[in-house]
T-cell receptor
Framework: AQSVTQPDIHITVSEGASLELRCNYS??????LFWYVQSPGQGLQLLLK??????LVQGIKGFEAEFKRSQSSFNLRKPSVHWSDAAEYFC????????????FGKGTHLIIQP | DAGITQSPRHKVTETGTPVTLRCHQT?????MYWYRQDPGHGLRLIHY???????DKGEVSDGYSVSRSKTEDFLLTLESATSSQTSVYFC???????????FGPGTRLLVL
């Protein structure tokens, strides 16, 4: 069975500082990987996805993520965070592109300090 | 934004009462999903559908049933609601070619 671990429940970052959110997955084949963001009281918005090819993927809002097969990781990064980035971030893994549903991590709550 | 609506957006009900949540899409996507979101658990898949009248169970399907009689509508039913089903319910849609799920705004359900 597939699984996703987001080791950090909460992360606090100063505005303008760099950010890295960790995601480790367990899956028997080539995974399809996603990062979603959820602002308070809102639905989930797709930040970026990895299916194949270049292991460094670019997403919206200046985010990027790197797929490292050897480490079973898909960490999310941003060089300089803005106060509006405060939200809950979810990593997810899917089989066959997620047609059978996604398995989500428990999320990382990002707090931005002024 | 993907054309996904969920109704109702908020509902308070009593234990033992049947409840039906509706997900409606205007994208004509083949796949539809129901997830629940609970603190400390992320999102967990309840049921999904890969076409009209074609559905399958997810990770946390006990106590839930679904129906899909039209491409655009996917209904989630709690036959007899329990307090453990208090949650936020999200619908999602995807297409085999795109293989990315897009989420609705969610339904907040409180079972007293």
């Amino acid at each position: 069975a597939q699984s996703v671990t987001q080791p950090d429940i909460h992360i606090t970052v100063s505005e303008g500082a760099s950010l890295e959110l960790r995601c480790n997955y367990s899956y028997g084949a080539t995974p399809y990987l996603f990062w979603y963001v959820q602002s308070p009281g809102q639905g989930l918005q797709l930040l970026l996805k990895y299916f194949s090819g270049d292991t460094l993927v670019q997403g919206i809002k200046g985010f990027e993520a790197e797929f490292k097969r050897s480490q079973s990781s898909f960490n999310l990064r941003k060089p300089s965070v803005h106060w509006s980035d405060a939200a809950e971030y979810f990593c997810a893994v899917g089989a066959r592109g997620g047609a059978d549903g996604l398995t989500f991590g428990k999320g990382t709550h990002l707090i931005i300090q002024p | 934004d993907a054309g996904i609506t969920q109704s109702p957006r908020h509902k308070v009900t009593e234990t033992g009462t049947p409840v039906t949540l509706r997900c409606h899409q205007t994208e004509n996507h083949r796949y539809m999903y129901w997830y629940r979101q609970d603190p400390g658990h992320g999102l967990r898949l309840i049921h999904y559908s890969y076409g009209v009248k074609d559905t399958d169970k997810g990770e946390v399907s006990d106590g839930y049933s679904v129906s899909r009689s039209k491409t655009e509508d996917f209904l989630l039913t709690l036959e007899s609601a329990t307090s453990s089903q208090t949650s936020v319910y999200f619908c999602a849609i995807s297409e085999p070619v795109q293989e990315t799920q897009y989420f609705g705004p969610g339904t907040r359900l409180l079972v007293l």
